[in-house]
């Protein structure tokens, strides 16, 4: 298992927020700066943003920086964060009592169970605003979606979106590399067809640019590597830098409950649906969107929701979509899956002309064997190949099983085993097999052995309860 960054052996002391400023850049834009000091270290960390936003700035408290670094601090070692600048009631109730005890449980309690020392203030805002993150991926479009015009309750509507540089523009594909847009670049070209979107659909948008990612990388007060690890935090905290606009948040998260995991050492996505809530201050409520939905059923909402069809962003490497890298390969397959006119929708989002000449059929030939591996990507391969199963059946032809020399016969391993109509335990039984039975070896590929029935159809046995034959 991978070690929490430092642990605090030795306590680094307190960390200050000396200072917070509010600062003109030309004749536009606003800059909030942070003052952060330890005894050794300064650093400066700044909220960029147009000027049109200040009616909605809140700068008179420490909300948005304690948010923002309390775990890497707790990480780091800090005994205590500090400030002259009071912090939201609220947010002090649910930092101190109910988020860093449970955080320091997710570290092993090995981490600091930091303090903060900070006055309070009970004055709390009304604004107008409810309001979501838009980086026209899958979540956001399916988060705007649940919460448009047709959402039950009116007072929980979107009226605006925002759009945060808060670390995740990495441009980076584990099996593709780098692009070729630094994260500056990938920022304010994505920004751009953001803002596209919100001239097109009537939404004011929210765009905030930070040095959160270098702060808490390369200022030399914490050692924070990873987005994962923190992203809910440095996003939720640019949103309460606008709490006397916004009042309702939604960020939008990969996992339900049941998927629920408290550690320090994974994806925070895990814990998030208890933690989110946690983060309300008084004057912004933080709420998690989209139910109980898997991926799979945000794209089907996405494929009964016009206004995305033209705007869809998924790639890791590019502005635009590659239709190659990992998130691209996943949400065509996702959307193939429901059929073709679902996927022909999104023609001007991704070269689907491409992808069916070029990947479809390679892609859907090893599906049986990829999701069925080890690693984060399986499940969203699993979820494709039963919704194929169901709404595109002719996808799962292209699945290729090799056939291994001089193996003819599949011979089952006890009284009562499954055999399925598709390679997948959640498949349907055609019927009970047992060792007596010697079944025709088809191919096999992953855990899964392909056959022929008695009645010369295709069936699937898993290896696990198989034996090969000659
Ligand atoms: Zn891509």
Same mark, same amino acid.
């Given at each position: 298992?991978?070690?929490?960054?430092?642990?605090?052996?030795?306590?680094?002391?307190?960390?200050?927020?000396?200072?917070?400023?509010?600062?003109?850049?030309?004749?536009?834009?606003?800059?909030?700066?942070?003052?952060?000091?330890?005894?050794?270290?300064?650093?400066?960390?700044?909220?960029?943003?147009?000027?049109?936003?200040?009616?909605?700035?809140?700068?008179?408290?420490?909300?948005?920086?304690?948010?923002?670094?309390?775990?890497?601090?707790?990480?780091?070692?800090?005994?205590?964060?500090?400030?002259?600048?009071?912090?939201?009631?609220?947010?002090?109730?649910?930092?101190?009592?109910?988020?860093?005890?449970?955080?320091?449980?997710?570290?092993?309690?090995?981490?600091?169970?930091?303090?903060?020392?900070?006055?309070?203030?009970?004055?709390?805002?009304?604004?107008?605003?409810?309001?979501?993150?838009?980086?026209?991926?899958?979540?956001?479009?399916?988060?705007?979606?649940?919460?448009?015009?047709?959402?039950?309750?009116?007072?929980?509507?979107?009226?605006?979106?925002?759009?945060?540089?808060?670390?995740?523009?990495?441009?980076?594909d584990h099996d593709l590399g780098h692009g070729t847009e630094s994260r500056l670049e990938l920022f304010q070209h994505q920004l751009q067809?953001?803002?596209?979107?919100?001239?097109?659909?009537?939404?004011?948008?929210?765009?905030?640019?930070?040095?959160?990612?270098?702060?808490?990388?390369?200022?030399?007060?914490?050692?924070?590597k990873y987005f994962d690890r923190t992203h809910t935090f440095r996003n939720l905290s640019i949103a309460m830098l606008f709490q006397k606009?916004?009042?309702?948040?939604?960020?939008?998260?990969?996992?339900?409950?049941?998927?629920?995991?408290?550690?320090?050492?994974?994806? +925070?996505?895990?814990?998030?649906?208890?933690?989110?809530?946690?983060?309300?201050?008084?004057?912004?409520?933080?709420?998690?969107?989209?139910?109980?939905?898997?991926?799979?059923?945000?794209?089907?909402?996405?494929?009964?929701?016009?206004?995305?069809?033209?705007?869809?962003?998924?790639?890791?490497?590019?502005?635009?979509?590659?239709?190659?890298? +990992?998130?691209?390969?996943?949400?065509?397959?996702?959307?193939?899956?429901?059929?073709?006119?679902?996927?022909?929708?999104?023609?001007?989002?991704?070269?689907?002309?491409?992808?069916?000449?070029?990947?479809?059929?390679?892609?859907?030939?090893?599906?049986?064997?990829?999701?069925?591996?080890?690693?984060?990507?399986?499940?969203?391969?699993?979820?494709?190949?039963?919704?194929?199963?169901?709404?595109?059946?002719?996808?799962?032809?292209?699945?290729?099983?090799?056939?291994?020399?001089?193996?003819?016969?599949?011979?089952?391993?006890?009284?009562?085993?499954?055999?399925?109509?598709?390679?997948?335990?959640?498949?349907?039984?055609?019927?009970?097999?047992?060792?007596?039975?010697?079944?025709?070896y088809v191919g096999d590929r992953g855990p899964w052995i392909a056959i022929e029935t008695p009645d010369g159809e295709r069936a699937y046995?898993?290896?696990?309860?198989?034996?090969?034959?000659?």
């Amino acid at each position: 298992m991978q070690k929490v960054e430092k642990a605090s052996k030795t306590s680094m002391g307190s960390l200050s927020i000396s200072h917070i400023e509010r600062k003109a850049v030309g004749n536009d834009k606003l800059r909030v700066e942070f003052t952060l000091k330890t005894a050794q270290k300064e650093a400066v960390l700044w909220y960029l943003f147009d000027r049109s936003l200040e009616q909605y700035l809140c700068d008179d408290r420490c909300d948005t920086a304690v948010t923002a670094l309390t775990l890497a601090a707790m990480k780091y070692g800090y005994s205590s964060i500090e400030s002259e600048y009071p912090i939201s009631e609220k947010l002090y109730y649910n930092l101190q009592y109910h988020v860093i005890p449970q955080l320091y449980v997710g570290g092993d309690r090995r981490i600091s169970r930091i303090k903060i020392k900070a006055p309070l203030t009970s004055e709390v805002f009304h604004g107008p605003l409810v309001a979501t993150g838009m980086s026209r991926g899958v979540d956001s479009f399916a988060s705007l979606y649940e919460y448009s015009e047709n959402f039950e309750l009116k007072e929980y509507r979107v009226n605006a979106l925002t759009y945060f540089q808060a670390g995740a523009h990495h441009g980076f594909d584990h099996d593709l590399g780098h692009g070729t847009e630094s994260r500056l670049e990938l920022f304010q070209h994505q920004l751009q067809g953001t803002i596209d979107f919100c001239k097109e659909n009537g939404y004011p948008l929210l765009a905030v640019q930070s040095n959160i990612r270098e702060v808490l990388l390369e200022s030399g007060l914490f050692l924070e590597k990873y987005f994962d690890r923190t992203h809910t935090f440095r996003n939720l905290s640019i949103a309460m830098l606008f709490q006397k606009g916004i009042r309702r948040y939604y960020y939008s998260s990969t996992y339900t409950l049941n998927d629920f995991k408290l550690t320090l050492h994974a994806d +925070m996505a895990y814990y998030e649906r208890w933690l989110i809530p946690h983060l309300s201050t008084g004057s912004i409520e933080f709420f998690q969107p989209n139910q109980d939905w898997r991926r799979i059923d945000k794209v089907e909402k996405l494929t009964r929701f016009e206004p995305c069809y033209d705007h869809l962003q998924v790639c890791l490497i590019k502005t635009g979509n590659c239709g190659k890298c +990992m998130k691209c390969r996943r949400t065509l397959m996702e959307l193939d899956a429901y059929g073709d006119e679902a996927l022909d929708k999104f023609k001007n989002s991704f070269d689907i002309e491409t992808y069916k000449r070029e990947d479809r059929r390679r892609w859907f030939a090893s599906i049986v064997e990829d999701k069925e591996k080890d690693n984060s990507e399986a499940h969203y391969f699993e979820e494709s190949f039963l919704c194929a199963a169901e709404h595109h059946p002719e996808l799962l032809e292209y699945m290729e099983f090799s056939k291994a020399e001089g193996i003819h016969h599949v011979k089952p391993l006890g009284r009562r085993i499954n055999i399925r109509k598709l390679p997948s335990l959640k498949s349907d039984i055609l019927y009970i097999a047992s060792s007596r039975d010697l079944l025709k070896y088809v191919g096999d590929r992953g855990p899964w052995i392909a056959i022929e029935t008695p009645d010369g159809e295709r069936a699937y046995i898993h290896k696990d309860f198989a034996e090969l034959l000659p």
